[in-house]
């Protein structure tokens, strides 16, 4: 299961899907851009732009970052506004953001309680989010074939020990679908997933093999501390974002405890 902030995973899917060009193929717009339209002039109103931007700002959108505006300034010539609005509808301003699909297995006794978080989290960030299932390989290649036409723009997979197992299935869909992908363990981003946020199936497995040691030791089970991971990871495969025509955010970046060139 996903051992760490689902709204973490979506975060950095959508912060990297707003630094997405557009692509050849139909799809919504990974970035939304709003048409702002005004009687007045630029200059005349910085000060009321700087209080719209502000308040964008507290709903978490930042000009250039994760939102584009259009402007267009009637210039106080009032018989301007229907055709300069007609321009920003032709350029279709305010797209909806591409959304996010997440991936789980129906059979793991995590999964009610992972697609619950995954889908709060992705209320909290206004994003849109379809959940596929699959529990199986051929159910795996009908979820990717899923995708399309549907506006996905990135991919979460769920920690599951079966998706473990299909890592390489899993990872070769996401490049064949040009999908960005995150997923839990690191072992996805060094065989060319594009990144991974979680804990360590390594150290996991090393504090259990140390748990039952003491237990051959004499300790009481009952008496021992219940263990919790002690370390979170990121993994950005750069040669993978390269291949998907994305650029990482250089906070995603800084964040990265390991980058793959």
């Not at 505006?69 to 279709?92: C, H, N, Q, T």
């Not at 789980?104 to 596929?132: C, H, I, M, W």
């Not at 497995?205 to 219940?226: C, E, F, K, M, S």
Request: aromatic share 8%; charged share 20%.
């Amino acid at each position: 299961m996903l051992a760490v902030g689902r709204r973490d995973f979506l975060w950095m899917l959508a912060a990297i899907l707003a630094e997405r060009p557009g692509k050849a193929r139909a799809q919504p717009a990974d970035m939304p851009t709003i048409g702002f339209l005004s009687t007045r002039s630029r200059d005349e109103s910085k000060e009321l732009t700087a209080a719209f931007l502000a308040g964008l700002k507290t709903e978490g959108f930042a000009e250039g970052h994760n939102v584009a505006i259009k402007y267009r300034w009637a210039e106080f010539v009032y018989d301007r506004l229907p055709s300069l609005g007609s321009e920003l509808i032709g350029e279709r301003v305010v797209p909806a953001p591409a959304g996010i699909a997440f991936l789980g297995n129906p059979r793991s006794p995590y999964f009610q309680q992972e697609r619950d978080d995954v889908v709060a989290a992705a209320t909290k960030l206004r994003r849109a989010l379809s959940v596929f299932t699959a529990a199986s390989t051929s159910e795996i290649e009908a979820s990717f074939d899923s995708f399309s036409g549907r506006g996905i723009g990135a991919l979460l997979v769920s920690g599951d020990p079966f998706f473990d197992g299909e890592r390489n299935r899993l990872v070769s869909l996401a490049a064949r679908y040009s999908l960005p992908a995150i997923y839990q363990w690191r072992e996805f981003a060094t065989i060319g997933g594009l990144m991974s946020c979680g804990t360590s199936i390594l150290d996991a497995y090393t504090q259990a093999g140390g748990y039952i040691g003491r237990i051959l030791h004499g300790a009481n089970a009952a008496d021992l501390p219940v263990l919790q991971p002690t370390r979170i990871e990121t993994v950005i495969n750069l040669k993978a974002a390269a291949a998907l025509g994305l650029t990482v955010p250089t906070l995603i970046l800084m964040r990265a405890d390991e980058i793959i060139e």
